[in-house]
């Protein structure tokens, strides 16, 4: 079964405007973390956050963990169309040992 | 190597027929994860290396699936007596300190059983 679970399933927005994606999980965690899929083939680590951390930032990604309600979101801000891809997030278990993902958001930009 | 390489890229197969998936992660990687991801799915967790202790193999859906890591390096995914609903992307990742600071990718094998 998934730990994670994305919101939206998928996500259709003109470039410019901001991505918003949203992740819940169940189980106590070490820390989240987001991936990037093209073409359904490898995931690319994207960004990392640890459960005693609230936000994170990297270039024009922004990662926010609410460890009291179990969810995360990512925001990709002025969005490309080379942003399209599918966007997964990883939960670390306490033991530090396995990721496990959620279902993914397919996120769509149009030029 | 620089990455993850996994060969093949793409394997058509027979049902019936038995195949072999290869894993080359990052030298210096302890831990070796195979997963597999069916169309729009998300990632559905197989089995996990880390150096020398016995794998975890508690994703592996049947005992027609099994896998190796040979000198705590290559590791190859093992399916036997394919079926139709074994096609999928099966995906290897591997990484140096757990998950503490995320796993590289490989890009998959495209496994389709006809």
């Known amino acids: 079964s998934q730990q994670g679970e994305e919101d939206p399933q998928a996500l259709s927005i003109q470039e410019g405007e901001n991505a918003t994606m949203n992740c819940s999980y169940k189980t106590s965690i070490n820390n989240l973390q987001w991936y990037r899929q093209n073409s359904g083939r490898g995931l690319v680590h994207l960004i990392l956050i640890r459960s005693n951390e609230r936000e994170k930032h990297s270039g024009r990604l922004r990662v926010t963990l609410d460890t009291s309600k179990k969810s995360s979101s990512l925001l990709i801000t002025a969005s490309r169309a080379a942003d399209t891809a599918s966007y997964f997030c990883?939960?670390?278990?306490?033991?530090?040992?396995?990721?496990?993902f959620g279902g993914g958001t397919r996120l769509m930009v149009k030029p | 190597g620089a990455g993850v390489s996994q060969s093949p890229s793409n394997k058509v197969t027979e049902k019936g027929k038995d195949v072999e998936l290869r894993c080359d992660p990052i030298s210096g990687h302890t831990a070796l994860y195979w997963y597999r991801q069916s169309l729009g799915q998300g990632l559905e967790f197989l089995i996990y290396f880390q150096g020398n202790s016995a794998p975890d193999k508690s994703g592996l859906p049947s005992d027609r699936f099994s896998a190796e890591r040979t000198g705590g390096s290559v590791s190859t995914l093992t399916i036997q007596r394919t079926q139709q609903e074994d096609s999928a992307v099966y995906l290897c990742a591997s990484s140096s300190l757990g998950g503490h600071q995320g796993y590289t990718f490989g890009s998959g094998t495209r496994l389709t059983v006809v």
């Open positions: 990883a939960t670390l278990n306490n033991a530090g040992n396995m990721l496990t």
